[in-house]
């Protein structure tokens, strides 16, 4: 059974940084296609960013070049760094854990609120 655990999110100025954390507890996590997800509150769940276990990404055009996601494979855990933050950037952040070879096995964490004020 996968577990993932999010954590970073934080209150943060327009223009600031954070970054996001995810755990990965359980095994083979080089099988799962990592991603990022956010979701404001009466609103569907989107697409921020997502990285395969080869490394290849993909990424939201509203956050291309502002946003990079990575993964660390001995650690098990996968990144979020968000920079040039904006107010829109605000939303609660969910990490996302899908199988490469079984899609129906996709897994989610408790999500982590991310604020974007002055």
């Known amino acids: 059974q996968v577990q993932l655990v999010e954590s970073g999110g934080d209150l943060v100025q327009p223009g600031g940084s954070l970054r996001l954390t995810c755990v990965f507890s359980?095994?083979?996590?080089?099988?799962?296609?990592m991603g990022w997800y956010r979701q404001v509150l009466g609103k569907q769940r989107e697409l921020v960013a997502t990285i395969t276990s080869g490394g290849s990404t993909n990424y939201a055009d509203s956050v291309k070049g502002r946003f990079t996601i990575s993964r660390d494979s001995a650690k098990k855990m996968v990144y979020l760094q968000m920079n040039s933050l904006k107010p829109e950037d605000t939303a609660v952040y969910y990490c996302n854990a899908n199988h490469q070879l079984a899609p129906s096995q996709a897994y989610w964490g408790q999500g982590t609120q991310v604020t974007v004020s002055s």
């Open positions: 359980g095994s083979m996590f080089s099988l799962y296609k």
